[in-house]
Every structure is written in structure tokens, then in C-alpha cells.
């Protein structure tokens, strides 16, 4: 039998719609348990706002201020789209440390849902009791069940993914699941989702209800969502526009490599890596089928496979998968190794 916690607030903020909400563990990681404690502490306090981390999307994590009104907002537009009902099943398959996990349970708390914990592992649907309306995963826990556990994925209504692209290999096998599959972009300055897109119908990004967009001269993703408390939010995407509410997502401006829903930086790897390598070096994210990206070195040398002892300084998410060796770096003008010139001379050369 699943663990049933039940909270119920004396005071209670007046402008927030506040229902009462049942919490089902099926985790005993007293880390996961004590964080969705404390957002529900926090979320029914006197404070008006939550604190929480930035992804690292768009620069180096930082925590930021959310207004709980915005953050109201958001998860009752979100259920409005996905027609969400009182006592509906939904599970949470996130860490409740991330904006990600907050915003979940925040949904089934203010449409009085049944909220199923588990740990943010890749299976989180090995145990199942009942069929699940609505569940949030990174596309590398969806693609580990339909290789291992396909039959899991029968019990639920609606996934609804983020954190990382969908891979092609990814889309294809959603097409065979009985079940709706979404796409989401969003940030954390934005709570949650801004834009959805229907895996199985659609190709392209649609705002959600009081969203709408438009674009800088270089094609920067500018986000218009007052009621999120952004009248216009510019991001580091950068996107085809195909009228204020619909886009297709192209690729981010920056640096920042998106593995598996984890957002890694560069800089901080190859900080690290300087102690071990003494030619001039860099990293880079590249495609990768199963996790969106993967994180591959650059080095400008001569010699060929060399052997680093990367576990020393680095986690496992940051160790890079590939290594490429040139002779000589492209340079901008003012001296620096150009990154993205110089991996399309090693990806022109892999195509011969």
C-alpha cells in the first residue's frame, strides 16, 4: 500500500486558491520526502515568494525569487490545457528541488489531485497501484522505459516532457505509445511551461493561454507573459517564428550543453580539466540519440589518444564522451579559440 500523507493549513494566504491535496510516497529517500515537505511549508506560509535555482540555461545557476502569485498562475493554465480534475492521479518522477518538481506538485495542490512520489530515477514507473493522468519526465527516463519496461507506460494519460530536446529516435517511438505525449519549453524565470507542442500531432511550439512571442534581430526567442510577471522575457533560443503564438525551436545561442535534462558548462569543466591537460583545449556539446547532448574535448595537438584520468576532477555527467584532436584551432579576431568554427572543421572532416 502507498504511504498516504495529508496536509491541511490553518492559515492560509487569502488571494491564493488554496485545496487540500493528498500526497502518496512510494520512495523512502528521506531527501526526496523532507523537499516536498518543505515546498508545501513554504508554499503555505505567509511569504510571497518561493526561492528557488536557476537551470544554468542561460548563464550560471543563480537562485531567484518567484512570486507565488505567478507561480499560481502558471499551474492553473497548465491545468487548464490539460484539463486537469479533482482527484485525478499524477506522479512526480522529478526532484522536488527543481522549479520542474515544485511546479508539479503545485498543480495537483491546487486542483486537489492524488500526487504520487517517487524517486527521480530512470524507471520511475516501476511501481504501479493505479493509472496515472498526467506525469512529468526528461526525455532520457521516457526513453529508458520504452527500451526496458515498454508495458509500464500503458498506465499512463499524459506525459508531458522537458529539461532536454527529443531526440529523432525518441519521436519515432512515441508514435506506438497509446498514450499523449507533450513537449514543453519553458524556463524557471518562466515557473514552467510557455509554449507546448503534441509529439504525435504537431511539429511545431504553441503558446499556452496568455503567452505570446516574438524575436530579436538575431532570432533570440523574446517571451510576452504578463500574468507570469514577464511582460517581455528575452532568452538565449533561438527559434523560427511563425506567427506570435507558434514557433519551431532551432537551438540556444550559448555554450551551455543540455545532456539528459542536466544543464552542464564548459568553463567550469575545463577549469577542472586544466590540471590534467597542458595543450590549449576546449568543450563542447555535440548531438547524442539518448541523452540530447553529449559533452566531447577538443584538443590542439598532434598526438592522439591520449588517456586523462577525467573521474579525478570531474562528475560522471561531466566526463566527456568523445575525444577530438586537431592540429591547429580556429581563432577569432581578437585571439580566442573560435568554438564553433573550429568543431565544424572536425565534423566536415568525420563526413569524409
Not at 73 to 98: C, D, M, Q, V, W
Not at 214 to 233: D, K, R, T
Not at 254 to 281: M, Q, T, Y
Request: charged share 25%; proline share 5%; with cysteine.
Amino acid at each position: 500500500m502507498l504511504q498516504q500523507t495529508k496536509y491541511q493549513f490553518i492559515k492560509k494566504p487569502e488571494k491564493s486558491r488554496i485545496i487540500m491535496s493528498k500526497l502518496f510516497f512510494l520512495t523512502e529517500n528521506q531527501e526526496t520526502i523532507a523537499q516536498v515537505r518543505q515546498f508545501i511549508e513554504d508554499w503555505y506560509n505567509s511569504e510571497e515568494v518561493i526561492y528557488t535555482k536557476t537551470s544554468g540555461s542561460t548563464g550560471t545557476p543563480k537562485v531567484i525569487a518567484l512570486k507565488k502569485s505567478f507561480m499560481e498562475a502558471s499551474a492553473l493554465a497548465s491545468g487548464k490545457y490539460f484539463h486537469f480534475r479533482e482527484n485525478e492521479r499524477i506522479r512526480l518522477a522529478l526532484s522536488p528541488a527543481t522549479i520542474g518538481g515544485k511546479m508539479l506538485l503545485l498543480r495537483g495542490l491546487l486542483h486537489n489531485m492524488n500526487i504520487e512520489i517517487t524517486d527521480a530515477g530512470k524507471h520511475p514507473l516501476q511501481r504501479i497501484e493505479h493509472p496515472i493522468d498526467f506525469i512529468s519526465l526528461v526525455p532520457y527516463q521516457l526513453e529508458y522505459m520504452l527500451e526496458n519496461d515498454p508495458k509500464a507506460l500503458n498506465s499512463v494519460q499524459v506525459i508531458l516532457l522537458g529539461g532536454a530536446p527529443v531526440s529523432p529516435k525518441l519521436q519515432d517511438q512515441i508514435s506506438s505509445l497509446p498514450c499523449s505525449v507533450y513537449a514543453s519549453y519553458g524556463m524557471t524565470e518562466t515557473m514552467s511551461h510557455v509554449a507546448l507542442k503534441n509529439l504525435k500531432t504537431q511539429t511545431t511550439f504553441q503558446a499556452i493561454e496568455g503567452v505570446h512571442f516574438s524575436v530579436n534581430e538575431s532570432q533570440q526567442l523574446i517571451i510576452h507573459a504578463p500574468m507570469l510577471g514577464h511582460p517581455a522575457l528575452l532568452t538565449t533560443d533561438i527559434v523560427d517564428l511563425i506567427s506570435e503564438r507558434e514557433f519551431n525551436w532551432k537551438g540556444r545561442a550559448d555554450f551551455v550543453i543540455n545532456s539528459a535534462g542536466i544543464k552542464i558548462h564548459p568553463e567550469l569543466i575545463e577549469n577542472a580539466l586544466s590540471s590534467l591537460i597542458s595543450d590549449r583545449f576546449f568543450i563542447i556539446g555535440e548531438p547524442d540519440d539518448t541523452f540530447g547532448e553529449r559533452v566531447v574535448l577538443v584538443i590542439e595537438s598532434d598526438k592522439k589518444e591520449q588517456v586523462f584520468p577525467f573521474e579525478k576532477v570531474l562528475s560522471r555527467y561531466e566526463i566527456p564522451k568523445r575525444i577530438y584532436y586537431l592540429p591547429k584551432f580556429i581563432e577569432t579576431a581578437s585571439g580566442k579559440t573560435d568554438r564553433l568554427m573550429t568543431k565544424k572543421i572536425i565534423d566536415a572532416a568525420a563526413d569524409h
